[in-house]
């Protein structure tokens, strides 16, 4: 069990024509690293999101809930948004067969299907509300505020189904709610009503929340090793302790990153892993990296990469042309799969035909690899900056390890652009609007600056 990481394709030397980070610019960043590292690790107490994976009473916590509902449910319904939603939808797509919600139950294990409402949309909800039986579903309400609009939505409209479907009672055997310990609305109902509630630590904020009960409740649930998923994390935390650059990976992920940014112009980061089960992790890893690290310095400076999630191979017939001669403003992170459980075999037919019959005696996976590293090559031929990540296999230990290499990836980059990787301010105004428009009790002074906006100018509209 293993991850690696070759980043050859970042420096200058093996990019062509003086391109590429420097042994000098590497080295020079290994004392800011070091400061980074001792910054982020001094924190254990208050960043939850580092001792998660070793948080065994918090694992039981996530176990006893999916023990004492073994069997009973057909369905997992999951409301939530951002933190809340994306880990377990990456957990979900990694780890269970591919098209998980429409095998049989027999071909799922006994264990349910795993549904997530990670938006607000009349139509998804309709849809998903119109197809589940109720009576046969777990609903898990996950908020860390627990009081964020589009999950409360959620919540109101799916207990109201719920309660029509089996009776107001009877509703709250379906529900747990996933929340802070001690504070905001879902926690109330909890103990107003005695309603089954799961915590997720005070100090582990949503997009670091995923092996907290946020991913490992609904993991469990559906059948996912969640210990085996916790040790691959564990692993990287621990290994993480070195505050050595050249032996700390989610260290050097972070300092190529943020050195091709400001050093080399590069602010767009692709995450593009070379297997459909890991689309999800890089949409994951998206909001992560840019919730964290798009922000103002205390310097009133914006700072902050963009990530942009692509998939291999699908990506080479899309995105990749604007990778190769697209401006120099990016670079390429791959994940690369060494072993895959089934390799696919290429049956040889058409032997007489150049465009098929090379392909006869090969495999998928050995195809799927060959156009990651052919791709990466290509990259570095033409100067274009790239890295890859290797899992051995994709399985639940190599995914908490990505996970939490990531998660510490970002908490780094956070000190090296000199932001708060923890809070999200930017996303506060619209947050408020939205109450105005709603008419939420409190908002009055941001009702008060909406309507003071500039109105739309008819010269710019059709
Ligand atoms: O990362 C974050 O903090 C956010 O993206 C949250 O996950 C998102 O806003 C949902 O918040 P909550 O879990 O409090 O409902």
Same mark, same amino acid.
């Not at 919540?155 to 089996?166: D, P, S, T, W």
């Not at 994390?233 to 050595?244: F, G, K, L, M, R």
């Not at 890089?282 to 998939?311: D, H, M, N, R, Y």
């Given at each position: 069990m293993a991850l690696s990481f070759d980043f050859s394709n970042m420096m200058a030397g093996t990019l062509p024509n003086g391109t590429g980070i420097t042994e000098a610019q590497w080295l020079g960043a290994a004392e800011r690293f070091a400061a980074a590292h001792a910054a982020v690790h001094a924190r254990t107490g208050d960043l939850g999101f580092l001792t998660l994976a070793t948080n065994e009473a918090l694992l039981e916590s996530s176990l006893a809930v999916a023990a004492k509902v073994k !069997?009973? =449910?057909?369905?997992?319904?999951?409301? @939530? *948004?951002?933190?809340? /939603? %994306?880990?377990? &939808?990456?957990? +979900?797509?990694?780890?269970?067969?591919p098209r998980w919600n429409e095998l049989t139950p027999a071909q799922r294990g006994g264990n349910p299907r795993l549904h997530v409402l990670d938006n607000v949309d009349p139509a998804t909800i309709g849809a998903t509300l119109a197809r589940l039986d109720l009576s046969r579903t777990l609903v898990l309400v996950v908020?860390?505020?627990?009081?964020?609009?589009?999950?409360?939505?959620?919540?109101?409209?799916?207990?109201?189904?719920?309660?029509?479907?089996?009776?107001?009672?009877?509703?709250?055997?379906?529900?747990?709610?996933?929340?802070?310990p001690k504070v905001?609305?879902?926690?109330?109902?909890?103990?107003?009503?005695?309603?089954?509630?799961?915590?997720?630590?005070?100090?582990?904020? !949503?997009? =670091?929340?995923?092996?907290?009960?946020? @991913? *490992?409740?609904?993991? /469990? %649930?559906?059948? &996912?090793?969640? +210990?085996?998923?916790?040790?691959?994390?564990?692993?990287?935390?621990?290994?993480?302790?070195?505050?050595?650059?050249?032996?700390?990976?989610?260290?050097?992920f972070a300092v190529l990153q943020w050195l091709a940014d400001r050093e080399h112009g590069r602010p767009i980061q692709v995450l593009m892993p070379y297997?459909?089960?890991?689309?999800?992790?890089?949409?994951?890893?998206?909001?992560?990296?840019?919730?964290?690290?798009?922000?103002?310095?205390?310097?009133?400076?914006?700072?902050?990469?963009?990530?942009?999630?692509?998939?291999?191979?699908?990506?080479?017939h899309s995105q990749v042309q604007l990778f190769m001669e697209g401006p120099q403003d990016k670079t390429v992170t791959f994940i690369a799969v060494k072993g895959r459980e089934h390799e696919g075999r290429i049956p040889a037919r058409h032997g007489d035909i150049p465009e098929l019959g090379y392909l006869g005696g090969h495999s998928l996976g050995e195809l799927i690899d060959i156009e990651q590293r052919a791709t990466a090559g290509a990259l570095a031929a033409r100067g274009r900056f790239n890295a890859t990540l290797s899992v051995d296999t994709v399985d639940a230990w190599h995914l908490g390890a990505l996970m939490q290499l990531f998660a510490l990836a970002t908490a780094y980059a956070g000190e090296l652009y000199g932001v708060n990787a923890f809070d999200q301010p930017g996303v506060e105004l619209g947050k408020q609007f939205a109450y105005a428009m709603l008419g939420r009790a409190g908002s009055e002074q941001a009702r008060a600056e909406w309507d003071a906006l500039p109105k739309p100018d008819p010269r710019w509209a059709m």
């Open positions: !069997g009973k =449910f057909d369905d997992v319904l999951l409301l @939530g *948004i951002g933190g809340s /939603a %994306l880990g377990p &939808i990456a957990l +979900r797509t990694a780890l269970c067969p908020s860390k505020s627990g009081g964020t609009v589009e999950t409360m939505a959620q919540y109101l409209i799916v207990r109201e189904a719920l309660a029509q479907a089996v009776g107001e009672d009877q509703a709250k055997q379906h529900l747990v709610l996933v929340t802070d905001g609305a879902l926690r109330r109902i909890a103990n107003d009503e005695g309603i089954p509630a799961v915590e997720i630590p005070a100090n582990v904020g !949503g997009r =670091f929340s995923v092996l907290s009960p946020v @991913g *490992i409740l609904p993991a /469990a %649930l559906i059948g &996912i090793d969640v +210990r085996a998923l916790l040790a691959g994390a564990a692993h990287v935390t621990s290994q993480a302790q070195n505050a050595d650059l050249a032996k700390n990976l989610p260290g050097a297997a459909d089960a890991l689309r999800d992790l890089a949409l994951w890893f998206v909001q992560l990296w840019a919730e964290s690290l798009g922000k103002i310095t205390p310097q009133g400076t914006s700072v902050g990469p963009t990530p942009l999630p692509a998939l291999g191979a699908t990506d080479q």
